[in-house]
């Protein structure tokens, strides 16, 4: 496999801080991009030699780790599937849904040769409270929204556009990745819109105030 070329800047900041022994935390709000920052990192690794044996990538909010609730049972998982020569690379995607997955975390690095990498909402994973779940042990990237250079970039225009009328659309429509797939559709982007900000006040905020 080729090595990736030109990767965005928050794979770029992932690549910079690899084999640093600390866990990155790539933190945003819902559908801001952070599953494709990760899934770009695995293909950087496997484009620079690393083994796909040595590489565990799970999205905890797949069905297919249903039972693995707490932390005792996602470690005794992890710990079987870690290949038992060279570095491990341990990328958890949305892993709040794991009740006090840090301990999980802080074993993977005591026990095992491991490079570690997740992802979680903001709504539960706060920078506040990292100092005191990973004792310091760790870097955080902050995801935002694509910025208007970046959706210059992402999104296709017709010939001829003009600046004014794409910082028009950046105004109108927002830096959320998702809403490339309906293709400046004023109708279809409210309704996404209208998920994405319903899901983010009614599940994750009110949830994590409730607790």
């Known amino acids: 496999m080729s ?10 900041q992932l690549i910079e801080n690899k084999d640093v022994d600390l866990v990155k935390i790539v933190t945003g709000i819902r559908r801001c991009g952070k599953s494709s920052i990760l899934d ?6 496997l484009s620079v030699g690393v083994s796909e044996n040595n ?42 849904v794991i009740s006090h997955w840090e301990k999980a ?8 040769d491991v490079d570690i990498y997740i992802t979680g909402l903001n709504a539960y994973l706060l920078s506040s409270e990292f100092s005191t779940l990973l004792s310091g042990r760790f870097v955080e ?24 009328d794409k910082f028009q659309k950046y105004l ?12 400046f559709n004023e109708t ?17 905020i009110i949830q994590r105030n409730d607790e």
């Open 141 to 164: 990237i902050k995801v935002l929204p694509l910025s208007f250079k970046e959706f210059l970039t992402f999104y296709s225009f017709d010939e001829g556009t003009s600046i004014e």
């Open 40 to 45: 770009l990192f695995h293909k950087y690794l």
């Open 105 to 112: 975390i802080e074993s993977f690095r005591l026990d095992y």
């Open 188 to 204: 279809r982007v409210n309704q996404a819109l209208e998920g994405i900000y319903s899901t983010v006040v009614l599940h994750d």
């Open 172 to 183: 109108q429509f927002g830096g959320m990745p998702i809403l490339k797939e309906y293709n």
């Open 55 to 96: 590489i565990i990538l799970m999205n905890l909010e797949s069905l297919k780790y249903r039972d693995l609730t707490d932390y005792f049972k996602f470690y005794d998982f992890v710990s079987k599937h870690i290949a038992k020569e060279g570095k491990n690379y341990l990328i958890f995607d949305e892993l709040q």
């Open 3 to 12: 090595k990736l070329i030109n990767p965005p800047e928050y794979v770029n």
